[in-house]
C-alpha cells in the first residue's frame, strides 16, 4: 500500500533537548512539506523540499531544521531553540507533475515539557 | 497577500441535515488551486477535492458538492444529509499556480459536529 508513515504517533520529550519526528513515503513523490497545527487552528507551514537534497524554509521554520538526503525520507528535528514546540506535526507530499493535491501522514503529536 | 478564511469555526447539525461550510479566499493570481480536506478525529487530514482557478464547474460526490464562484472568491462545501461520520474538522486550503512550491495557505478550519 502506497502511503506516508510517520512516526512515532505520540512523543514526549524534556524541555532543551532535541528531537527528530521521522517522515516516509512510498509515493514517488517529488515534494515533501512539514506543517504544524495547534488546538484550534490551521496548518502552518514550516518547510519544503521540492527535490532532493534541496528544501525551504516555510512561514514558521526558526527553531526547526530538515534534511532531504533521499526521495523517500524527510525527516523534521524540533531543536532546543524552539520556544513552544509542543504540538501536532503533520506530514504531506506531492508529486510536482501534478495532479497537486498533497497528501497527508498520520500526524506526530509531541509534547515537550 | 493570500488568505483563506473559514468565518464559521463550529457547526452543529442533527443527522440527515443539509450543512453548508464557507471558503472565502484572497489572492491576485489568476491561476491557483483550491482544496478541501477532511480531519477526522484521528488526526489525519484527507484530501477530498480539488479545483483549479480556471474550472467554475461545481461538482458533486455522492453527498459531497462543491460550489466554486470566482466572482466572489467562494469555494462552499455542502454536506447532504449528513452523517455522524462526517463528524470531523474540515479546512478549506489555496496554493498559487505562479510558485509552482505547492504550498498550501490553510484556513482557520471548520468543525463539524453531526449529532445522532
Known amino acids: 500500500d502506497g502511503g506516508i508513515t510517520q512516526s512515532p504517533k505520540y512523543l514526549f520529550r524534556k524541555e532543551g533537548q532535541n528531537v527528530t519526528l521521522s517522515c516516509e513515503q512510498n509515493?514517488?513523490?517529488?515534494?515533501m512539506y512539514w506543517y504544524r497545527q495547534d488546538p484550534g487552528q490551521g496548518l502552518r507551514l514550516i518547510y519544503y523540499s521540492q527535490i532532493v537534497n534541496d528544501f525551504q524554509k516555510g512561514d514558521i521554520a526558526e527553531g526547526y531544521s530538515v534534511s532531504r538526503e533521499k526521495k523517500e525520507s524527510f525527516p523534521l528535528t524540533v531543536t532546543s531553540a524552539q520556544k513552544n514546540p509542543t504540538a501536532f506535526y503533520l506530514c504531506a507530499s506531492r508529486n510536482n507533475r501534478g495532479p497537486y493535491e498533497q497528501y497527508f501522514g498520520p500526524g506526530t503529536r509531541l509534547t515537550v515539557t | 497577500a493570500q488568505k483563506v478564511t473559514q468565518a464559521q469555526t463550529e457547526i452543529s447539525v442533527v443527522e440527515k441535515e443539509d450543512v453548508t461550510l464557507d471558503c472565502v479566499y484572497e489572492t491576485r493570481d489568476t491561476t491557483y488551486y483550491l482544496f478541501w480536506y477532511k480531519q477526522p478525529p484521528s488526526g489525519e487530514l484527507v484530501f477530498l477535492i480539488r479545483r483549479n482557478s480556471f474550472d467554475e464547474q461545481n461538482e458533486i460526490s455522492g453527498r459531497y458538492s462543491w460550489n466554486f464562484q470566482k466572482s466572489t472568491s467562494s469555494f462552499n462545501f455542502t454536506i447532504t444529509a449528513s452523517q455522524v461520520v462526517d463528524s470531523a474538522v474540515y479546512f478549506c486550503a489555496l496554493s498559487l499556480g505562479s510558485s509552482n512550491t505547492g504550498k498550501l495557505i490553510f484556513g482557520q478550519g471548520t468543525t463539524l459536529q453531526v449529532k445522532p
Open positions: 509515493l514517488n513523490h517529488d515534494a
